[in-house]
């Protein structure tokens, strides 16, 4: 079946724009997760959703990152004013509720 | 809190010889425990998982994994190894009391790197 798909999956932008990722979880899947992926940082989490839930935001680095998730199935990470330390990959994954995490192809973000 | 740390950078190993990546965990409760592979420019492929049961856990592509609570490891192996194995191997770490809300943690990840 279908895979977790993220869109784009590149994207360059200029310092201070706001940039939208997307993420399409597996069809049944309840459970959606971020993560960030840069050379110094390693893998870092930044934020899950369990449903319809409010989501912990705290694992999100700074008050310029949001996330929604709307109907319990697709989401969008929000990156306002971006930096150049946001450059990363960004992954999203889904499970079944705490089950194994599957993941996205991940989107490239390169802020010049 | 849960970490996990991936002592080696890289493990090189000769085509058919057998392969280790190693894994420590740290977690207050009882761990869940992942290994995935990432091939270059592209995500994370789930390998397997140890929740409970035996110590020996098998997943895909040949790979296997030994969990030691004594030791609080979980180290990576295949008895021979392929060129195509080479790739960036991480292991993940989860607390079961805390379902999923912590995410996973991950180690640094390690290159292996198989030589013909």
């Known amino acids: 079946g279908a895979g977790v798909s993220q869109s784009p999956s590149n994207k360059v932008t200029e310092k201070g724009k706001d940039v939208e990722l997307r993420c399409d979880p597996i069809?049944?899947?309840?459970?959606l997760y971020w993560y960030r992926q840069s050379l110094g940082q390693g893998l870092e989490f930044l934020i899950y959703?369990?449903?319809?839930?409010?989501?912990?935001k705290s694992g999100l680095p700074s008050d310029r990152f949001s996330a929604e998730r709307t109907g319990g199935s697709v989401s969008t990470l929000t990156i306002q004013r971006t930096q150049q330390e946001d450059s990363a990959v960004y992954l999203c994954?889904?499970?079944?509720?705490?089950?194994?995490?599957?993941f996205g192809p991940g989107t490239r973000l390169t802020v010049l | 809190a849960q970490s996990v740390a991936q002592p080696e950078d890289q493990v090189n190993v000769a085509e058919g010889n057998p392969l280790t990546v190693k894994c420590t965990y740290s977690?207050?409760?009882?761990?869940?425990l992942f290994w995935y592979v990432q091939y270059p420019n592209r995500g994370l492929q789930f390998l397997l998982k140890?929740?409970?049961?035996?110590?020996l856990v098998k997943g895909s592509y040949g790979f296997e994994a030994e969990f030691n609570k004594s030791q609080t490891s979980f180290h990576l192996k295949k008895p021979s190894a392929l060129v195509s194995d080479s790739a960036l191997y991480f292991c993940?770490?989860?607390?079961?009391?805390?379902?999923?809300?912590?995410?996973?943690?991950f180690g640094k990840g390690t290159h292996l790197i198989i030589q013909p």
């Open positions: 140890y929740i409970t049961g035996d110590n």
């Open positions: 993940a770490v989860r607390d079961l009391r805390r379902g999923g809300a912590d995410g996973l943690t």
């Open positions: 994954a889904s499970s079944s509720f705490s089950d194994t995490q599957y």
């Open positions: 959703f369990q449903g319809n839930s409010a989501p912990d």
């Open positions: 069809s049944g899947h309840t459970a």
């Open positions: 977690v207050s409760g009882n761990p869940y």
